[in-house]
């Protein structure tokens, strides 16, 4: 079974600074993985997704992320914080759902990103 | 843009009441999802279906069912409303087409139960 683990529930950085929230993930065969955001009161937006191409994934936002398959993880970064990004973070890997294309999204439990200025 | 509107911000229910919660999307997906969003748990999905008239358990069915009578909306149905159904709703479609699509969610339906 795939599980995914979020190592930090809250992180804070200062504006300006670099951002790292990680993500390790546990699969039995090549995973796609997701990387989503929820700003307070909001539904969630996805940020990137990686799905076997590229390592290095871009998003919006200035966000990216590293697939290491050796690590098994799949950590977001950005180079420097900005007071909007604050927000929370939630990594996300595939199941197999059902037959065909359908694939059951396993979540992260989140990390809450807090921005000071 | 794909477009995931959600009929209801907020709601107030009672305990005991049906309660109906709707779903809207306008890309043709043939996927669509309803979880649930409580602190320190994330996201549990409740059922999902992929085609009309089609729907499949997800991991906390209970106390739910659902409606997909056309492709475009996917309700969630509380069938007596209890306080432990309190909770954020997030509904979320996604496309067939490719093995790993992304799901697109709606803004949610923060729901109390009183």
């Known amino acids: 079974a795939q599980s995914v683990t979020q190592l930090d529930s809250h992180v804070s950085v200062s504006e300006g600074t670099p951002v790292l929230l990680r993500c390790n993930y546990s699969?039995?065969?090549?995973?796609?993985l997701f990387w989503y955001v929820q700003h307070p009161n909001k539904g969630l937006q996805l940020l990137l997704k990686?799905?076997?191409?590229a390592t290095l994934v871009k998003g919006i936002n200035g966000f990216e992320a590293e697939f290491k398959k050796s690590e098994t993880s799949f950590h977001l970064t950005k180079p420097s914080a900005h007071m909007s990004d604050a927000a929370e973070y939630f990594c996300v890997v595939t199941d197999v759902l059902n037959a065909g294309n359908n694939r059951k999204l396993i979540w992260g439990l989140g990390t809450s990103l807090a921005v000071n200025p | 843009d794909v477009k995931v509107t959600q009929s209801s911000r907020y709601l107030v229910k009672r305990t005991g009441e049906k309660v109906f919660l709707e779903c809207v999307q306008d890309m043709d997906h043939e996927n669509m999802f309803w979880y649930r969003q409580d602190p320190g748990l994330g996201l549990r999905l409740i059922y999902f279906?992929?085609?009309?008239?089609?729907?499949e358990k997800g991991d906390i069915p209970e106390g739910y069912s659902v409606s997909r009578e056309k492709k475009e909306r996917f309700s969630l149905i509380l069938e007596s409303a209890s306080t432990n159904q309190t909770s954020m709703y997030l509904c979320?479609?996604?496309?067939?087409?490719?093995?790993?699509?992304?799901?697109?969610f709606g803004d949610g339906t923060r729901l109390s139960i009183l």
């Open positions: 990686y799905t076997s191409a």
């Open positions: 979320a479609s996604s496309t067939s087409t490719g093995a790993n699509q992304p799901q697109h």
């Open positions: 699969s039995s065969y090549s995973p796609s």
């Open positions: 279906s992929y085609d009309v008239k089609m729907k």
